[in-house]
């Protein structure tokens, strides 16, 4: 029986990383970058407030308090986005709102609630949009030096790389590159995936159900998971369990990879391993629970991947084997281990590597999401749970207290 590593490694070694293209920024989102992104700016590009208050020279207020406050001359008002403002006068503030440009000589910021504008000498209203310039206002708070101040280019530097080669583009790093002035980036092109769930027991949800056939979630499972996963995916019409049928919608797809559901263990109708064993396509035991059958190879060029019918061994089998798969084609880096310490325990079976789906608690620890475990059929049991619990082949018993690898079960 193959070890999940060496099957793993194995379908990496079948696909290619896919070429880059280019696009916009507004088309990246879920992407992962093929080239780094840098920054084409100084970020902030200048000096500028954290606060709505006061640009003043600090030595100038180092005395202010609340029971001798400091009464400065306003000498100009900075709303944000106006152009640089002239210096700051000696003895005097500038009033300034939240972004805006810093003057020269100025080395603090006094925020508005630090002052009497803000305490009731002409209410709210005198830190309004009406200009303020040759009034005065009272300081109440000493500020530190450099309070509040955001200082040229201390986010990144025009040149800096905000974006690493293999970052997967989320709503957090556009806004980084937005903020940097990136306006198109190179990435990589998204892996085209084929999926097919056979079985002549499968039913279309919403269909009325005759004895003996189930509605069909492998498809909606595997063409869910690939598409969160940044791949354009095409769903290939069932096949039923007729071989020759099989190979003919097989060779339509128009694919990267080709992920299959169903037909691969060893009973007298597993069509997948009938129609494909001696066409490139190696089937064997995999030391995993569930999702112990797989089938691996190319098919007329393109990388297959036959994975078992139950719908568990559908989602962990495409977690374990296919993801790594689709990170190898776009340049993605495997995420880095992640552990919980479990809060009951359950059964492993011996020689073979287990994947539980668990529920995930407000302190970290874990338990199975039902009282089935991993049982490879339990569809339902999916929706309950947050990630997969990880149990090495060696262990045949978790007991609680022990640490279990943790993989999430979203992309």
Not at 24 to 46: C, E, Q
Not at 100 to 112: H, K, L, N, R
Not at 120 to 134: D, I
Not at 214 to 235: E, H, P, W
């Amino acid at each position: 029986m193959r070890s999940v590593a060496d099957h793993v490694a194995v379908a990496t070694a079948l696909v290619s990383a896919l070429p880059a293209e280019d696009v916009s920024l507004s088309d990246a989102l879920g992407r992962v970058l093929a080239s780094p992104a840098t920054s084409r700016t100084d970020n902030p590009p200048f000096d500028n407030s954290a606060m709505d208050g006061y640009a003043v020279r600090r030595d100038e207020v180092a005395s202010a308090s609340e029971s001798a406050p400091v009464a400065m001359t306003i000498s100009a008002d900075i709303p944000a986005g106006s152009g640089m403002p002239e210096p700051l006068a000696p003895g005097t503030v500038a009033r300034i709102m939240t972004g805006a440009p810093v003057p020269e000589g100025a080395d603090s910021i006094v925020p508005v609630e630090h002052t009497d504008s803000f305490a009731g000498v002409g209410g709210l209203s005198a830190h309004t949009g009406v200009n303020v310039a040759g009034t005065s206002v009272s300081i109440t708070v000493a500020p530190p030096l450099d309070a509040h101040m955001r200082r040229r280019g201390e986010d990144v530097s025009a040149g800096d790389e905000v974006l690493a080669v293999g970052t997967r583009l989320g709503p957090w790093q556009m806004a980084a590159a937005a903020s940097a002035g990136v306006a198109r980036m190179s990435v990589a092109r998204r892996p085209r995936v084929a999926v097919l769930a056979t079985g002549d027991e499968l039913t279309d949800p919403g269909q009325p159900l005759s004895h003996g056939s189930i509605y069909d979630s492998n498809g909606t499972l595997m063409a869910t998971l690939a598409s969160a996963a940044g791949a354009v995916v095409t769903v290939l019409p069932r096949a039923g369990d007729d071989p020759a049928a099989l190979v003919g919608v097989l060779a339509t797809a128009s694919a990267d990879l080709i992920v299959t559901s169903g037909g691969v263990s060893v009973g007298a109708y597993d069509v997948v391993k009938a129609a494909l064993a001696g066409r490139g396509v190696d089937f064997a035991p995999v030391a995993m629970q569930p999702g112990k059958p797989q089938g691996l190879g190319v098919l007329d060029g393109t990388p297959i991947v036959c994975l078992p019918g139950n719908p568990v061994s559908v989602a962990v089998s495409f977690a374990v084997i296919v993801a790594p798969m689709l990170r190898a084609m776009v340049g993605e880096p495997e995420p880095e281990a992640a552990y919980a310490v479990a809060a009951t325990g359950w059964r492993s079976p011996p020689g073979r590597q287990q994947y539980v789906p668990v529920r995930i608690h407000s302190n970290g620890t874990v338990e199975p999401a039902t009282t089935g475990g991993s049982r490879s059929h339990l569809a339902a049991s999916l929706a309950l749970g947050q990630a997969f619990a990880v149990v090495p082949a060696k262990t045949d018993e978790v007991f609680a207290g022990d640490t279990v690898g943790l993989m999430r079960s979203t992309w």
